[in-house]
């Protein structure tokens, strides 16, 4: 270090001798600016999210089920409707038997008959056990399990007569036939046939099984001018109906199809066939 000519001695200066003027960076509000949106229309509407679309399945469903629930709604509707049309249900009774002239010899036996026949009213116990079981094999074997209408039988029967087999086939239990003997026509309506189904529940809720069977027993046609069991037994063979054997219970069982047609008087070859399919499914 040089010395001055003061003689002082004077420190090195390392600072710049041109002074850089001091820049500031005033906030002028830039955080708070946004970046510039897109002009929107007056009318535009905030777009709503999309529904997922149903699959094939989905839409299939949902028609069937409208379709169940109104098939539901008009089907309680139409039975209402026949129910109001029948008389009222405190008011229905068996009917009693049509009368018939019964001419007889000295000896007791019968010489001639004006009128149809029905036979003395006999009860199941009378009866041999196998006599009532053919008639519940092939009219209806769940009998026991329903309550007058049978939906299972009435569903086959449909496939039956839809696809051919068999020939046309009915899904009436024993109940609904015993209704439309004591109360209906014999005509084939719908109406008729709706009747009929209401009937059967009825006569399910005021009596047992066994006594909708007996009644069925006693009243139901069995062709040639004859009802009933009894008349019956004693028309086609000769004694009472609580001596007949399985083969002649069978032939009375399989008269329910087609009386005229089996009648074993009129056609023994076909009511002997027919008697063969009843035991059959026994």
Same mark, same amino acid.
């Given at each position: 270090?040089?010395?001055?000519?003061?003689g002082?001695?004077?420190?090195?200066?390392?600072?710049?001798s041109?002074?850089?003027p001091?820049?500031?960076?005033?906030?002028?509000?830039f955080?708070?600016?946004?970046?510039?949106?897109r002009?929107?229309?007056?009318?535009?509407?905030?777009?709503?999210?999309?529904?997922?679309?149903?699959?094939?399945?989905?839409h299939?469903?949902?028609?069937?089920?409208?379709?169940?629930?109104w098939?539901l709604?008009g089907?309680?509707?139409?039975?209402?409707?026949?129910a109001? @049309?029948l008389?009222?249900?405190?008011?229905? $009774? &068996?009917?009693?038997?049509?009368?018939n &002239?019964?001419?007889?010899?000295?000896?007791?036996s019968?010489?001639a008959?004006?009128?149809?026949?029905?036979?003395?009213?006999?009860?199941?116990?009378?009866?041999? /056990?196998?006599l009532?079981?053919?008639?519940? /094999?092939?009219?209806?074997?769940r009998?026991?399990?329903?309550?007058? *209408?049978?939906p299972?039988?009435?569903?086959?029967?449909?496939?039956?007569?839809?696809?051919g087999?068999?020939?046309?086939?009915?899904?009436?239990?024993?109940?609904?036939?015993?209704?439309?003997?004591?109360?209906?026509?014999?005509?084939r309506?719908?109406?008729?046939? &709706?009747?009929?189904?209401?009937? $059967?529940?009825?006569?399910?809720?005021k009596?047992?099984?066994?006594?909708?069977?007996?009644?069925?027993?006693n009243?139901?046609?069995?062709?040639?001018g *004859?009802?009933?069991?009894?008349?019956? /037994? @004693?028309?086609?063979?000769?004694h009472?109906?609580?001596? *007949?054997?399985? @083969?002649?219970?069978?032939v009375?069982a399989?008269?329910?199809?087609?009386?005229?047609?089996?009648?074993?008087?009129?056609?023994?070859? $076909?009511?002997?066939e027919?008697?063969?399919?009843? &035991?059959?499914?026994?």
């Open positions: 270090m040089k010395k001055g000519s003061s002082t001695r004077r420190e090195p200066d390392f600072a710049p041109v002074r850089v001091e820049v500031r960076v005033e906030s002028s509000g955080e708070n600016e946004q970046p510039p949106r002009a929107q229309s007056r009318n535009a509407r905030p777009s709503k999210p999309k529904r997922p679309r149903r699959s094939l399945f989905g299939l469903f949902y028609w069937c089920f409208t379709l169940g629930i098939a709604v089907g309680v509707a139409l039975i209402a409707y026949y109001t @049309q008389p009222p249900i405190d008011q229905l $009774a &068996i009917p009693k038997r049509p009368p &002239i019964a001419i007889l010899g000295e000896d007791g019968m010489l008959n004006r009128g149809d026949t029905g036979g003395a009213a006999i009860h199941l116990d009378d009866l041999p /056990a196998y009532p079981k053919a008639f519940i /094999a092939i009219e209806d074997r009998f026991y399990s329903h309550h007058g *209408v049978d299972v039988g009435i569903f086959r029967a449909l496939m039956r007569n839809v696809i087999h068999g020939g046309m086939q009915g899904g009436s239990t024993l109940t609904q036939q015993l209704a439309k003997n004591l109360f209906l026509t014999q005509e309506t719908v109406s008729r046939n &709706i009747q009929e189904a209401i009937l $059967a529940v009825w006569l399910e809720h009596y047992s099984k066994n006594q909708i069977l007996e009644l069925y027993l009243r139901v046609y069995f062709g040639s *004859v009802y009933g069991v009894e008349a019956a /037994a @004693q028309k086609y063979f000769g009472d109906a609580s001596a *007949v054997s399985l @083969q002649e219970a069978a009375l399989g008269l329910m199809k087609a009386p005229t047609k089996y009648a074993p008087n009129r056609n023994l070859q $076909a009511a002997n027919r008697a063969a399919q009843v &035991i059959a499914v026994m």
